[in-house]
T-cell receptor, first 111, second 116 residues
């Protein structure tokens, strides 16, 4: 059983549509990160959120950390084909100094 | 500045064979990690090294051993490979923040391992 569950697992949308990816857990994390991974490459960090309720915006991407620091969401506005990739959330626990990755959301944006 | 490098990029083993995956980083990071990535399961931590000279088990350590050779290098060894170890292996490094709240990880390009 994964500590962090992401939904949906797969998402295929048309260019210009909006979408939201969810990352949920019953555990509390001291911080949460979102990564994007392209085929054949390692994940690349998009953002880190550290405060419950925090919202960060990167151009068309909006990230939110839940008030209780157990969940997070990624919202993409007006998706573009360049947004295609695997999106991974990762929660950090001070206890044990470990990251726990989510199950991943594979996004395809169709031109 | 190459970041995190991994060798080899691809490897095919027969059941029972052994091999070592190499990882090096040039960012002077203290912490290094080994993950495996399987479809539908994201990344799972195998072992990590918080600093030179220390290693700790992650979620899925069975069947693996690691060595933190120095601050730059962190290797992963499969002593007797099994088909269940077919996966993509990623090495990562990070610099622990002063208050330990978050560590930004930088990943290598991965090693694609198939065990027949």
């Amino acid at each position: 059983t994964q500590l962090l569950e992401q939904s949906p697992q797969f998402l295929s949308i048309q260019e210009g549509e909006n979408l939201t990816v969810y990352c949920n857990s019953s555990s509390v994390f001291s911080s949460l990160q979102w990564y994007r991974q392209e085929p054949g490459e390692g994940p690349v960090l998009l953002v880190t959120v550290v405060t419950g309720g925090e919202v960060k915006k990167l151009k068309r991407l909006t990230f939110q950390f839940g008030d209780a620091r157990k969940d997070s969401s990624l919202h993409i506005t007006a998706a573009q084909p360049g947004d295609t990739g695997l999106y991974l959330c990762a929660g950090f626990m001070n206890t044990g100094n470990q990251f726990y990755f989510g199950t991943g959301t594979s996004l395809t944006v169709i031109p | 500045n190459a970041g995190v490098t991994q060798t080899p990029k691809f490897q095919v083993l027969k059941t029972g064979q052994s091999m070592t995956l190499q990882c090096a980083q040039d960012m002077n990071h203290n912490s290094m990690y080994w993950y495996r990535q399987d479809p539908g399961m994201g990344l799972r931590l195998i072992y990590y090294s918080a600093s030179e000279g220390t290693t700790d088990k992650g979620e899925v350590p069975n069947g693996y051993n690691v060595s933190r050779l120095n601050k730059r290098e962190f290797s992963l060894r499969l002593e007797s490979a099994a088909p269940s170890q077919t996966s993509v292996y990623f090495c990562a490094s990070s610099e622990e923040s002063s208050w330990g709240y978050y560590n930004e990880q930088f990943f290598g390009p991965g090693t694609r391992l198939t065990v027949l």
